[in-house]
């Protein structure tokens, strides 16, 4: 075990893949020579030669669409997307290629690709270094979406991305690259290093796609959340004294819907948080199926706490941001009967 | 090596490019070499493209090394006009200078200098009409200037203070300026490549007599969107500039990596049967004369140019940016085409018309002007976290020009709540 920070995993996971397995190729936007602007394929290119670690030309259509391309060769691309904001000219091929291959081919030609992309606010980053466009891939059929929330999950959800045989977005909080984020801006950082899961193995493991983790136990209320929410809504119920269960998500689709629904059985209340716009956002299908499946059992209404529907400002960050705030009110709201 | 079919076939190798220098190695671009000053032909403005298939490779310089103006691309303009490029030039970097500082100061969360590239849009805001449409990337905040937007008002949006008429929304130097025929800067690339096509087709459409130009950097050149806008420009034969400031580096990429090893950017207008220049991105001269060719061109219907900037990014791509950690320090003070700032002052001494006194001069007055303006928009305040320059209401508005029901609930949600949290 070493302490790594969420940076610091990921890049063992591409290490360790890489090592295992040479048709694993990462590819993107100065994830070269310079290991990548947040510093994620650092190393890789002196270790694994350019060839197999290679910076690309400022085209997203073009870097999602070559890892598509190599993927029907048989090798297992990572590509990055530098932020997510900067994804959508490669929807095309990620959205009617990549998601399709598998199915329109009948199985002949398939797509195993991991995108990685940094996403998320709290940086001061504005609208196109903020954005949480993870709704727009759960809503495509056939793409799997992960978004880890610690160092030690972000390694071995990684390694099972890139293992997966099928395309997978794989979104990094950025917020939370160097420490836990409980959403109180303006008090001191808390490095990973002081955070058990910053205990990661240098080696091979997997967290496997498809489960969540129950982060807290408790029996008031269920919390569902990923990424930096997961500290949020931590800090929050620390805070606030509820005995609520808090489960980080960790792969939206497939969703761990058995999880959740014995979560919400249990506690008969749910509150969804995520940073991304309210509509159409993941947390409307996360409380369209806990309602479906849990409605017997509910004491009050879902409520959602997320982003509004708004671009993100810039200097207005912390007004935005679903912070302790706005989730401590919901919680409220929600435990009120 | 025989494979299975008893074929005698090479191994495939895949190329990467890889740039010359690295941090700490020793620079020499000795193999870089340009036509002289005043080499290159100078066509007609309504030359036919096929006629001009030797521009991309050449490059069009108006400063010789002595700093006179030589050749059929001098522009020949009065010297209050040089003047006023000069003074444009430093006052861009002595802006720079100071919002950078401002941000290590911790006063905003962002900001990109434009530093060994101010001519590019200083010598494009003096060739184009005050009312030319401009599609800038990022680092064209000298044609606000050259333009002599108010200082203030520039330093406001950095600041995302009380006086930024952008509301703090964006990103500092995203600024959006109408008046100054400025479009809002996006942080997506190239985006606002085909929307300069496009601005120039409606004003086509229209009858009008205003023309648009934009800029991206040559990295940028690989998105798809470039493509796009070149169709368009060539197939409807747009009245538009479309400029490439190729400053030799995105981000940590060399050129190579948006495909300078093949061919040269300008080259790219070739495929399109766009017309296409290369030039001396430091030689203020040469930027106005091609600029003022293009313009031409494309307000006497000509069609559209593709100008490629041959330049040198001298600072970090940002303030989020470290560049010792991908190319030699020694880069920026070899690059053969010297500082634009550097070239124009040694033409103006050599036409006797200035010295290091009113250089000196004119540096204070900038230093000044700089100073004051700064101080009047900080009175306006400065990014914090924690305090706020904008009512919170004022995320909702504008997203759509009348605010639907969801949208206004979510704004009193978000009263109620900071309210009830007392906050």
């Known amino acids: 075990m070493t302490t790594m920070n969420m940076i610091q995993a990921i890049n063992s996971a591409m290490d360790v893949t890489m090592e295992r397995d040479n048709g694993v190729v990462v590819m993107g936007e100065d994830v070269g020579y310079f290991g990548g602007v947040f510093r994620a394929t650092a190393g890789l290119q002196k270790k694994y030669g350019k060839t197999r670690v290679f910076d690309t030309p400022i085209n997203e259509c073009g870097i999602i669409g070559v890892a598509v391309g190599m993927a029907a060769y048989g090798m297992r691309p990572v590509p990055e997307i530098q932020f997510a904001d900067y994804i959508y000219p490669g929807l095309d091929q990620l959205i009617s290629e990549a998601a399709r291959l598998r199915y329109r081919s009948a199985g002949e030609f398939t797509c195993p690709i991991t995108v990685r992309s940094p996403f998320g606010g709290g940086i001061f980053g504005g609208q196109t270094h903020s954005q949480s466009p993870e709704g727009i891939f759960t809503h495509v059929a056939g793409l799997k979406t992960v978004i880890p929330s610690n160092p030690y999950d972000a390694k071995g959800l990684l390694i099972a991305a890139i293992e997966d045989p099928d395309p997978v977005l794989f979104f990094e909080p950025k917020r939370i690259y160097n420490g836990p984020f409980d959403g109180h801006y303006d008090r001191p950082v808390q490095p990973w290093s002081k955070h058990a899961s910053?205990?990661?193995?240098?080696?091979?493991y997997t967290v496997p796609l498809g489960k969540a983790a129950v982060v807290r136990a408790g029996e008031a209320v269920t919390i569902l959340c990923y990424g930096t929410m997961v500290h949020v809504a931590l800090?929050?119920?620390?805070?606030?004294?509820?005995?609520a269960e808090v489960i980080d998500l960790r792969t939206l689709l497939p969703l761990d819907i058995d999880t959740i629904q014995a979560s919400v059985e249990k506690t008969g209340r749910c509150v969804i948080v995520h940073e991304a716009t309210r509509t159409g956002g993941f947390g409307a299908e996360l409380s369209a199926q806990v309602q479906e499946r849990c409605f017997p059992y509910l004491e009050a209404p879902i409520e959602?706490?997320?982003?509004?529907?708004?671009?993100?400002?810039?200097?207005?960050?912390?007004?935005?941001?679903?912070?302790?705030?706005?989730?401590?009110?919901?919680?409220?709201?929600v435990m009120k009967d | 090596m025989a494979d299975e079919a008893?074929?005698?076939?090479?191994?495939?190798?895949?190329?990467?490019?890889?740039?010359?220098?690295?941090?700490?190695?020793?620079?020499?671009f000795d193999d870089m070499v340009f036509p002289e000053a005043g080499s290159v032909a100078r066509p007609p403005v309504d030359a036919d493209p096929s006629t001009l298939r030797d521009l991309p490779f050449s490059l069009i310089r108006v400063l010789d090394p002595e700093g006179k103006a030589v050749g059929p691309w001098d522009p020949r303009l009065p010297v209050e006009r040089v003047k006023h490029m000069l003074r444009g030039m430093m006052l861009t970097r002595t802006y720079d200078d100071r919002m950078f500082r401002a941000q290590r100061q911790g006063k905003t969360s962002f900001y990109m200098k434009?530093?060994?590239?101010e001519a590019v849009a200083i010598a494009a805001a003096e060739a184009l009409h005050r009312d030319d449409m401009c599609f800038p990337s990022y680092r064209q905040q000298g044609l606000l200037i050259g333009r002599e937007w108010p200082l203030v008002d520039m330093m406001c949006q950095v600041y995302s203070n009380a006086g930024d008429r952008l509301k703090g929304r964006q990103?500092?130097?995203m600024y959006s300026v109408k008046d100054a025929g400025f479009f809002s800067i996006s942080g997506n690339l190239a985006t606002q490549y085909p929307q300069a096509v496009g601005w120039a087709m409606a004003s086509a459409v229209k009858g009008d007599t205003r023309i648009a130009a934009s800029w991206v950097g040559e990295g940028s050149t690989a998105e798809g969107d470039f493509h796009s806008a070149c169709i368009f420009a060539s197939v409807y034969r747009a009245p538009v500039i479309l400029n490439i400031v190729n400053n030799q580096w995105a981000i940590s990429s060399f050129a190579g990596f948006a495909g300078a090893e093949a061919t040269t950017f300008a080259a790219r207008g070739l495929g399109y049967g766009i017309a296409a220049l290369r030039v001396d991105g430091n030689d203020a001269l040469a930027v106005y004369a091609a600029t003022e060719w293009a313009a031409e061109r494309a307000r006497t219907n000509c069609g559209p140019t593709l100008i490629e900037h041959f330049t040198y990014r001298v600072e970090a791509h940002s303030t989020s940016d470290d560049p010792s950690a991908y190319r030699s320090a020694e880069e920026a003070k070899n690059f053969p085409l010297g500082d634009p700032i550097e070239r124009l002052k040694q033409h103006l001494i050599r036409l006797g018309e200035w010295d290091e006194a009113s250089h000196d001069a004119l540096q204070a007055e900038l230093t000044e002007q700089v100073r004051a303006a700064g101080r009047e928009a900080e009175k306006l305040g400065v990014l914090s976290g924690t305090a706020f320059n904008h009512g919170f209401e004022t995320i909702f508005e504008d997203v759509f020009a009348e605010m639907p029901q969801h949208l206004k609930e979510q704004s009193e949600q978000m009263a109620e709540e900071r309210r009830a949290a007392g906050v």
């Open chain 1, 198 to 204: 910053s205990e990661v193995p240098e080696g091979y």
């Open chain 1, 235 to 243: 800090g929050v119920v620390e805070a606030s004294g509820i005995d």
């Open chain 2, 114 to 117: 434009c530093t060994g590239e």
């Open chain 2, 171 to 173: 990103l500092p130097i």
């Open chain 1, 304 to 333: 959602r706490v997320t982003g509004w529907d708004t671009p993100y400002p810039h200097s207005l960050e912390w007004a935005y941001f679903p912070g302790p705030v706005r989730l401590g009110e919901a919680l409220k709201r």
């Open chain 2, 6 to 28: 008893g074929r005698n076939l090479r191994p495939l190798t895949l190329h990467v490019p890889e740039p010359k220098f690295r941090p700490g190695d020793a620079v020499s």
